[in-house]
């Protein structure tokens, strides 16, 4: 079939017009009281006809058409508009529904569902959207015009226009310049601009003038607590256990204390380290209430390990937790290293000059770095 005998030739054509902020041209292809059309294509492209609606109400700004669109995209809420079978992606509706409430001037609803639009993408690491909906906040913001919202925009336009350019992402990288506030050139990033930055599960860093976002991991964290103290000494067990310096300190101390026999042992390691996982997992979800309830009965164990120390005459040991600690940290940096090599090999150059590991960790690069963090 050739393209211009194709059924939504139409519809494609207005998404590129509304893409290029231009207006489509011909009747509006889609039925504003819902089609009847109930066949596997039709259903199929249902998703792209209601990203269509979305765009070209927001962009005719009429409040009849803004409402109709949103009553359209309601049924995906949560969800993203996939069309034909999965050949088509068409972003978060949230995207759709916050562009939506901009064009209606709601400031608060758009700021709240681009928002959730952005950390969507983050989450599945779709980049091109994610710079699109950080874009379609940054004028949100702009024309709320609360405080700090400038300053914010600010940074968001910088920051989407860099990495619009970086995807090819053209329109985009046109759209952010328009928005800038400045309108001076944006001045080109100096090399003291370093970010090492976690945004839920997914950390940004920035280094040499070249941003990448790489999903949430242990040795990221390891490494961040490391910048915040350059040219300083800080224990592997404190990396190994973040949350608590007292806990820290104690579970090094059980390396050295008499305590339970080998297969308690065993089974309060693996408590232990279920623990640590599971309070992972709460900590990538958001699930603050859940990792708090494990860190406690975390502490509680560590506490019981640490009244139970010499007890018996027992000649058996624990296993040197600063030893673990030291093989953990150690393995999981290096491998945090290996992954970034992948996405970013100038900063992996980098730490892996300046990171050493060990039972006693340190980050001290040949000259001043300033990170934020």
């Known amino acids: 079939m050739q393209g211009q005998d194709h059924l939504y030739t139409q519809v494609l054509a207005g998404i590129t017009a509304l893409e290029q902020d231009a207006t489509p041209h011909g009747p509006a292809p889609w039925s504003e009281s819902g089609s009847s059309d109930d066949s596997v294509l039709e259903r199929g492209i249902a998703p792209l006809r209601v990203r269509l609606q979305a765009q070209s109400a927001a962009a005719s700004r009429d409040p009849a058409r803004c409402e109709q669109a949103l009553a359209v995209l309601e049924p995906y809420r949560g969800q993203w508009l996939v069309s034909l079978f999965g050949w088509d992606i068409g972003g978060p509706a949230a995207l759709w529904s916050g562009v939506l409430h901009a064009a209606e001037e709601r400031w608060e609803a758009a700021v709240r569902d681009l928002t959730t639009a952005g950390r969507s993408a983050d989450r599945l690491h779709a980049r091109p959207w994610s710079v699109r909906a950080r874009t379609e906040l940054a004028r949100a913001l702009l024309a709320r015009a609360g405080p700090d919202d400038t300053n914010r925009a600010t940074t968001l336009l910088r920051d989407t226009e860099a990495e619009a350019r970086e995807l090819g992402m053209t329109h985009i990288v046109e759209r952010a310049r328009r928005l800038l506030p400045s309108p001076a050139p944006r001045p080109q990033a100096s090399q003291a601009e370093r970010e090492f930055v976690r945004n839920g599960a997914v950390w940004r860093l920035r280094y040499a003038g070249r941003t990448v976002h790489v999903p949430d991991a242990k040795g990221l964290a390891d490494l961040h607590t490391l910048l915040g103290r350059p040219g300083q000494e800080v224990p592997a067990v404190r990396l190994l256990y973040p949350d608590s310096a007292p806990l820290a300190a104690a579970a090094g101390a059980l390396g050295s204390d008499m305590v339970l026999d080998e297969e308690a042992k065993t089974r309060y390691r693996q408590r232990l380290e279920l ?95 300033r990170w934020r963090l």
Not at 281 to 290: E, L, M, Q, S, W
Not at 304 to 321: I, T, V
Not at 363 to 369: F, G, L, S, T
């Open 275 to 369: 623990l640590d996982e599971e309070i992972d997992r709460a900590a990538v979800r958001g699930d603050g209430h859940t990792a708090a309830e494990y860190g406690r009965e975390r502490e509680a164990l560590l506490a019981e390990l640490r009244k139970a120390a010499g007890l018996a005459g027992r000649s058996r040991r624990l296993g040197d937790e600063t030893d673990r600690a030291r093989k953990n940290v150690t393995a999981r940096i290096r491998d945090t290293l290996r992954r970034l090599r992948d996405h970013h090999p100038e900063l992996a150059s980098h730490l892996q000059a300046a990171v050493s590991t060990g039972a006693m960790c340190r980050y001290a690069p040949d000259r001043e770095v």
